[in-house]
């Protein structure tokens, strides 16, 4: 079955991620763009627990999005993001969210983070946040889109906005880290947002979206 646009004519769609705080970005960007609500999994009762036990970001996004829209027949798109650092050969990478061990808290994987790179110089501290969205819609293929945001590791955390390694993750053309940048301002220029705008794109390519329309209903 091929999903029609009068299918895709709705204001809430399904986020694979029991993340809220992705959740939050996500509808932020979405509101803005489509007018379009974003829930969460904690919306839902009953669905499968999800291991992320893929080797890329793309693997992970896929593997999520497919196997919630299997369960609740609708389209879902589904996300893995993490910190790729230049001096660590990519790492944290796929494992960013528990790069301290299972369970680990954001202070924790940045406190990892910062002794790995201990006494390596600011030149060496390259790094970028990567965000991959996968949209799994009945009938169809799954579609990827990939985002990036350079920057380098700092020093020391500074900012209280954001989460994750935002506190740490230095943005030379802004002279601040990501965790010091308002939410509506990380929102315009963060991986997460240009993984956005490309399906979003996408989505006005293959699915003949009316932005305008859309945000009317």
């Known amino acids: ?98 790069y301290a061990g299972l369970g680990a808290t954001d202070e924790q994987n940045v406190e990892k983070l910062l002794y790995e790179l201990k006494g390596v110089s600011q030149d060496k501290r390259g790094a970028s946040f990567v965000c991959v969205l996968a949209l799994s819609v009945p009938g169809e293929k799954t579609f990827i889109v990939r985002g990036e945001c350079p920057g380098r590791i700092a020093f020391h955390p500074q900012g209280e906005y954001g989460f994750g390694y935002d506190p740490v993750f230095f943005l030379p ?30 989505l006005n390519e293959k699915f003949d979206f009316d932005q305008k329309s859309l945000s009317k209903e």
């Not at 880290?177 to 939410?183: I, N, Q, V």
């Open 1 to 98: 079955m091929t999903t029609t646009k009068a299918e895709w004519n709705r204001n809430e769609w399904v986020f694979a991620t029991q993340n809220k705080h992705k959740v939050s970005e996500l509808n932020s960007i979405f509101r803005e763009q489509l007018g379009i609500k974003v829930v969460g999994l904690h919306s839902f009762k009953g669905l499968p627990e999800i291991i992320e036990d893929q080797d890329t970001f793309e693997g992970n996004a896929r593997k999520k999005a497919e196997t919630i829209s299997q369960v609740l027949g609708r389209p879902v798109f589904a996300d893995d993001s993490g910190l790729s650092v230049d001096f660590l050969n990519g790492a944290p990478g796929v494992y960013s969210a528990r």
């Open 173 to 202: 053309d802004r002279g601040c880290t990501m965790a010091e940048l308002p939410p509506h301002v990380k929102n315009q220029i963060s991986h997460r947002a240009h993984a956005t705008e490309r399906l979003i794109h996408l």
